[in-house]
Nanobody
């Protein structure tokens, strides 16, 4: 059974770093996509990063070169390393898994409600 629990959010100054983690209670070596999306109240949800079961990443243009997604299939954990953070990165970040369709951020954004998601962790970046 898929249950996702995020951790690692917090407050940081612009230029700083944060590392988000997501624990998946499903069986190890789960053969499906996982990823992260973010949302600010009143704004559209944004797919941030996705990663296939064999480790192929996909990123939103807004985070390329700054964020790195990885997964440990044996431990069934997902990580998002966020560097060079900007105030516009401030949002609630959610872990997602097993959405229908390809393992890319645009599909994650569109289809996450048909998959699984965690409760979210807040990231705040001050200027």
């Amino acid at each position: 059974q898929v249950k996702l629990v995020e951790s690692g959010g917090g407050s940081v100054q612009a230029g700083g770093s944060l590392r988000l983690s997501c624990e998946n209670s499903d069986n190890p070596y789960a053969d499906y996509c996982m990823g992260w999306f973010r949302q600010v109240p009143g704004k559209k949800r944004e797919g941030v990063a996705a990663i296939s079961s064999d480790g192929r990443p996909n990123y939103a243009d807004s985070v390329k070169g700054r964020f790195t997604i990885s997964r440990d299939n044996a431990k069934n954990t997902l990580t998002l390393q966020m560097n060079s953070l900007k105030p516009e990165d401030s949002a609630m970040y959610y872990c997602a898994a097993r959405w229908p369709g390809p393992c890319i951020v645009d599909v994650l954004r569109a289809n996450v409600d048909s998959g699984y998601r965690g409760q979210g962790t807040q990231v705040t970046v001050s200027s």
